[in-house]
């Protein structure tokens, strides 16, 4: 089996297919097919590897190949399987494929931002498939919480993780546009991986994020549509000790430069991966803060 991911993986290099959604390189991305394909455990791996594999097994392979090399299908839509924060998630293309550096953060519960035995209630605005909200939910066995999304379809695939997770009792799907339909509930943690892509990065996105929710990821001309709201609107849903946490990747810069009287502390992860920042709940704006027009 080791030999059909070897040539699985020299075929995806050869035809250019781009790596960044679950996987950042060719060997992991065909490994993922392959033993999707056969049904196998990797934690079974080692004695996977020696498995010599039927005729049967090979075309499975080969069809999944193809599927991600012709039609740029990132390689967890064709499996439907991930890993976050080192838990299992079902995705398929109603959601983003998880991929936040917000998994070691939340693995390290916070720390040192908050004392993790304060923390009661938590937010995840945009939740998606739901990874970040399970995990948070893991990561604090005591805290109730809110998992929120626009999306009908994607609060459908968190349901299916929060079942697979038994946290139905603690984590709580709720459809709202932002922070509408969440009355006048505070938190002690918010923490979001909002759509930030703008226009112009959109265009210049890899075939393989065109498989990917469009209302996940762009964000108006600049990626600043959905920050603008978070930014304007968190400190009224935040508890007095209460952090906002929210990614926000290449738009970065952008949101440096039209929100510059913020004290922003943008963190660094271990295991790579970098756009987020942190806010106390009062470093936010009492009202709605005007950003800086971008040029």
Known sequence: MSDLIASGALRLQRAGVFFGHGTDNAVDDAAALVFHALDLDHDAATVAYRKRVPAAGQRRVEELLER??????????????????GLPFHVDARVLIPRSALAELIERRFAPWIDPRRVRNVLDLGTGSGCIAIAAAKAFPGASVDASDISQDALAVAAINVRRHRLGSRVRLVESDHFGALRQRTYDIIVSNPPYVGAREMRALPPEYRHEPRLALAAGSAGLDSVRVILSEARQHLRPHGLLVVEVGNTERAVRRAFPDLPFVWLEFERGGGGVFLLTAGQLPRRQSRPRALR
């Open 68 to 85: 991600r090399i012709t039609e740029r299908i990132p390689a967890v839509y064709l499996t439907k399987k991930t890993w976050f924060a």
